[in-house]
């Protein structure tokens, strides 16, 4: 497996890898999600219900769009199979709303079948890398509530749990 800069032809098949993912495993959806209108949350009987939108592969595509071309402030990268084939991806962009710019990795998406062979972690590394060659200190990324294998693979990483988000119903 290579990991490579993902370009504007590669938005397709980024969009259908992510929208494949989320309808199969909605606990991936987290607020980042729901904000930009990829994902839906609902509030029921307390609980958030998380789906895709059913207009969310337009929006992503937008989404991916913006951090492929606005190379200053968001970077993505792809990881290729043997046969060139897209199994995951990555996406990166700097923040300054803060005190201090902040790096923000905003996925890490690798296909089922080919997890477990360090693709994440080169993945994850590789954002971590770009944004630290950017002069980013501190770096953040979110995940879905109930994604709890995604949060042992960042820990594992050095990453923390900070804080909780909530949602009004």
């Not at 992503?60 to 046969?83: G, P, R």
Request: with cysteine.
């Amino acid at each position: 497996m290579k990991i490579l800069p993902a370009q504007l032809t590669d938005a397709p098949a980024l969009a259908d890898l992510f929208m494949g993912h989320i309808s199969a495993h909605t606990e991936y959806i987290s607020h980042g999600e729901i904000q930009m209108g990829v994902g839906e949350g609902v509030i029921e009987n307390g609980v958030l219900v998380a789906r895709p939108a059913a207009d969310g592969r337009e929006k992503w595509m937008k989404y991916i769009h913006e951090h492929i071309t606005n190379n200053a402030l968001a970077a993505v990268w792809k990881v290729v199979d043997e046969e060139g084939r897209i199994v995951g991806f990555t996406v990166a962009d700097i923040e300054d709303d803060g005190d201090a710019p902040f790096g923000m990795v905003c996925d890490v998406l690798v296909k089922e079948d080919y997890r477990g062979h360090g693709a994440g972690a080169a993945l994850l590394q590789t954002a971590i890398d770009w944004l630290r060659s950017r002069g980013v200190k501190d770096i953040y990324l979110e995940s879905g509530k109930n994604n709890h294998a995604a949060h042992r693979f960042f820990e594992k990483r050095g990453f923390a749990h900070v804080s909780e988000i909530y949602k009004l119903g």
